[in-house]
């Protein structure tokens, strides 16, 4: 690079800072639900994570964070939703919270804002009305909005919703085992870029939406890697539906988006996979 270049590129920067655009996407984890290790889990990664032989990962879950203006939000409330924090603003709360669905490892994190913990003040909580609903109705969710710990924002399909910085998101929904809610991916907007959010779905081919055409509209694909091979787990994969990663690397193959894995299951082997994200990555956006 040459020296006018070089000056270009920080000048960019520096205006980038100033202007307080900066916003970046951090991998916060990268794990499914129940984490890695896994409880009662004898599974290699398992026993090596355990062991201290490869890092424990936390559950799935991203972060947008701008650290000019301090601006930061949370895509799904994981079992370690206090450290992820720690990781994303250095322990101030998020200003808002954007969850994907009622399975385990996407809201139970929310219980760290409750009375027994931080006892937030209504910190904004964007879901679909199904899953607004399920919150308002189940105890102990019930009491964070009764008490004001989080503000439930119903968010609808396809309709972005947007933060000051030129950031917008729009959540979509996807098939997934919805026993409590529905569940959604999200558009991530920034001023420079853009990606897609998909930590679960049951089949791309189930989905009404072709995923190739999605991805070609963005620079970045986080998605669902929970499997590599539909024999791993050692039961009936149609009990627990995931697309395989060798067949998300066909459809996507050529694609404009950068492909990256995301919600790792302890029994895939292929977690240290050039194309699964790893805690602490960064992507402007």
Request: net charge neutral.
């Given at each position: 690079m ?5 000056v270009?590129?920080?000048a960019a920067a520096?205006a ?10 951090v991998?916060?984890?990268i794990?499914?639900d ?6 009662s889990?004898?599974?290699p990664?398992?026993?090596?994570a355990r062991?201290?032989?490869r890092?424990?990962?936390?559950v ?6 701008n650290r ?6 949370v895509?799904?409330a994981?079992?370690d ?5 720690q990781?994303?603003t250095g322990g101030r709360l998020p200003?808002?919270?954007f ?12 219980m760290?804002?409750?009375?027994e913990a ?6 904004p ?20 909005v009764s008490?004001g710990?989080i503000?439930?924002?119903s ?8 933060f ?6 729009t959540?979509?929904?996807v098939?997934h085992r919805?026993?409590y ?6 558009r991530?907007?920034?001023p420079r870029?853009?990606g ?5 779905i ?15 509209t963005?620079?970045?694909a ?17 009990e627990?539906p995931?697309p395989?990663?060798g067949?998300?690397r066909e459809?996507l193959?050529g694609?404009?988006a950068a492909?990256?894995f995301i919600h790792?299951?302890?029994s895939n082997a292929e ?6 994200l790893r805690?602490g990555?960064?992507f402007?956006?």
């Amino acid at each position: 690079m040459t020296i006018v270049a070089a000056v270009g590129v920080f000048a960019a920067a520096a205006a980038r800072a100033q202007s307080g655009d900066d916003w970046r996407v951090v991998v916060l984890g990268i794990a499914q639900d129940g984490g890695l290790p896994q409880l009662s889990c004898d599974r290699p990664l398992c026993r090596d994570a355990r062991d201290g032989r490869r890092p424990v990962e936390k559950v799935s879950s991203l972060g947008l964070v701008n650290r000019q203006t301090r601006r930061a939000y949370v895509f799904d409330a994981t079992p370690d939703f206090p450290a992820q924090v720690q990781r994303l603003t250095g322990g101030r709360l998020p200003d808002a919270i954007f969850l994907t669905h009622a399975h385990i490892g996407h809201y139970t994190g929310l219980m760290y804002l409750g009375r027994e913990a931080v006892n937030a003040t209504r910190v904004p909580v964007y879901a679909t009305p199904r899953i607004t609903a399920f919150l308002q109705a189940n105890g102990p969710w019930s009491q964070l909005v009764s008490i004001g710990n989080i503000a439930l924002q119903s968010i609808a399909y396809e309709r972005p919703v947007a933060f000051d910085g030129g950031v917008r998101v729009t959540a979509f929904q996807v098939p997934h085992r919805d026993e409590y809610s529905d569940t959604v991916g999200y558009r991530i907007d920034g001023p420079r870029r853009s990606g897609l959010f998909i930590p679960d779905i049951d089949r791309w081919e189930k989905w009404d939406r072709n995923i190739r055409s999605m991805a070609d509209t963005v620079d970045y694909a986080w998605l669902d890697g929970t499997f590599a091979s539909p024999s791993e787990i050692g039961r009936p994969i149609d009990e627990i539906p995931h697309p395989m990663m060798g067949r998300t690397r066909e459809l996507l193959k050529g694609s404009r988006a950068a492909l990256w894995f995301i919600h790792v299951n302890n029994s895939n082997a292929e977690i240290d996979a050039a194309d699964v994200l790893r805690e602490g990555m960064e992507f402007p956006i």
